[in-house]
Nanobody, 123 residues
Framework: QVQLVESGGGLVQAGGSLRLSCAAS?????MGWFRQAPGKEREFVAA????????YYADSVKGRFTISRDNAKNTMYLRMNSLKPDDTAVYYC???????????????????WGQGAQVTVSS
């Protein structure tokens, strides 16, 4: 199974920016970013299709976050701007097994997860 490793998390002040990276050990298809705050369930953040031509965002991050990928480097990114304290969470990248050029927002249908990266936004 392809291994996924997140990086780029950290502590930032409200209004600041961070870029998360998800490096895959091999080829992946549809991918997504998810997050889990303390005491809350894991939630969908953004997804991107195999080609990178299709993206989808949760309403809470739309206009502030940008998902992208570089298939030549087997890496996916999440650029996060205008960060808010409510964005504080562990962020996970995930890969979906279906070899179709689609975006997938169903958390339960992803079968390959990274270890997570902590993002903390101070007020």
């Amino acid at each position: 199974q392809v291994q996924l490793v997140e990086s780029g998390g950290g502590l930032v002040q409200a209004g600041g920016s961070l870029r998360l990276s998800c490096a895959a050990s091999g080829r992946t298809f549809s991918m997504g970013w998810f997050r889990q705050a303390p005491g809350k369930e894991r939630e969908f953040v953004a997804a991107i299709s195999w080609s990178g031509g299709k993206t989808y965002y949760a309403d809470s991050v739309k206009g502030r976050f940008t998902i992208s990928r570089d298939n030549a480097k087997n890496t996916m990114y999440l650029r996060m701007n205008s960060l808010k304290p409510d964005d504080t969470a562990v962020y996970y990248c995930a890969a979906h097994p279906t070899p179709l050029d689609i975006v997938v927002i169903n958390t339960a249908s992803y079968n390959n997860w990274g270890q997570g990266a902590q993002v903390t936004v101070s007020s």
